[in-house]
């Protein structure tokens, strides 16, 4: 019998390739906010974590202006660029032989759930999926620890121990720790292998074929 029964998936970085619409989004959000930034690879950092952390963070703004970027980042992002997306080879195989196997699947992200739910429809893999869990468009519910912590509620006849989160980031790491559940740190997202080594995850994969090894027990390290 499979150790887990829900399983948690990052959007940005884990089952998909948002680099160009978050990027280009974050740009056009900057441009409004008279910083230029032309180097779009410069902007990598804004994929994952939660758009109030990546502004305050990075650009030193405060929460009016972190506001107001976000709100020109959803203005494009909403327009065009949440389709500027691509999904990493193999998720629709992987998420299929999963649900077949009998896991139930949800999606654990920080972008608010009414972008992730058109992004999963458009890729046609939402269908895989029984919650999708984002965050609110008023800024609440925004960290990962408060993300999987919603889940767990919704699924409380559930042990912590049928749970385990797969991101890229450390963020998803550190919000399984918080939340007691075991997690899969992946290393072809955004995160970068010092990154996601150094916030512990139960698992570290390369690829997305190493995540099925983990889940039906081959306990790949």
């Not at 519910?141 to 559930?158: A, G, M, P, V």
């Amino acid at each position: 019998m499979d150790k887990y029964k829900i399983i948690l998936f990052d959007l940005d970085g884990t089952l998909s390739d948002p680099k160009e619409g978050i990027t280009k989004s974050v740009q056009y959000a900057l441009e409004n906010l008279d910083v230029e930034v032309p180097d779009v690879h410069e902007l990598e950092c804004f994929i994952g974590p939660p758009l109030q952390v990546s502004f305050a963070e990075n650009y030193d703004f405060d929460e009016e202006k972190t506001q107001r970027a976000i709100d020109f980042y959803r203005e494009r992002f909403k327009e065009k660029g949440m389709f500027e997306n691509k999904l990493y080879s193999n998720i629709p195989s992987l998420l299929k032989s999963l649900k077949k196997k009998g896991f139930t699947l949800v999606v654990a992200t920080s972008k608010p759930t009414v972008f992730a739910e058109q992004i999963l429809k458009y890729f046609t893999i939402d269908q895989f999926f029984t919650l999708i869990a984002g965050s609110n468009l008023d800024g609440t519910r925004t960290s990962k620890t408060e993300i999987i912590q919603y889940i767990l509620d919704i699924y409380n006849e559930f042990e912590p121990g049928s749970f385990i989160m797969i991101g890229d980031r450390k963020h998803d790491i550190i919000g399984a720790h918080n939340t007691g559940i075991d997690s899969i740190g992946v290393t072809y997202g955004y995160g970068s292998f010092e990154e996601i080594s150094q916030s512990s995850p139960t698992y570290l994969v390369e690829t997305v074929d190493m995540i099925e090894d983990v889940l039906v027990g081959y306990q790949v390290k």
